[in-house]
């Protein structure tokens, strides 16, 4: 499924109208739809897969939101404080300790200093800088 995820469409049907035109979509091309989740679908990366998305955006406009669609790398540089804190909470002693708690004292990332801190977003074909922490 890795595979057809990488580029894929992500397709949000926000209004009532929009969400019903999707819905038939997804019945009438059943192959180029990767996952269902309800108002938001996610449609393969071909030519028929975008036509099918830009094709819900100029019948909906607004109401219909596009993102294309990238698998996590999650051994990324960008992930790394993230990834060890998960790890790390993950194996944790006491399993009722909440995170904050856990990561009080340690050199895990707070809640707060994760919230404020945003991962870069690499263009189509790029990758961060492996000097990103």
Aim: glycine share 6%; with cysteine.
């Amino acid at each position: 499924m890795k595979d057809r995820l990488d580029g894929a469409f992500l397709v949000v049907a926000d209004s009532p109208k929009a969400r019903e035109t999707l819905r038939n979509v997804c019945n009438a091309y059943e192959e180029a739809i990767v996952r269902r989740f309800g108002r938001a679908v996610v449609v393969e990366a071909t030519e028929f897969g975008a036509f099918l998305a830009f094709r819900l955006r100029e019948k909906h406009g607004g109401s219909v939101r596009l993102r294309r669609v990238r698998p996590v790398e999650a051994d990324r540089p960008d992930y790394r404080r993230a990834r060890d804190a998960a790890a790390a909470f993950e194996a944790r002693e006491n399993e009722s300790t909440p995170y904050p708690k856990f990561a009080a004292g340690t050199d895990y990332p707070s809640p707060e200093e994760m919230r404020d801190r945003p991962l870069g977003r690499p263009k189509d074909g790029e990758r961060l800088s492996p000097d990103a922490d």
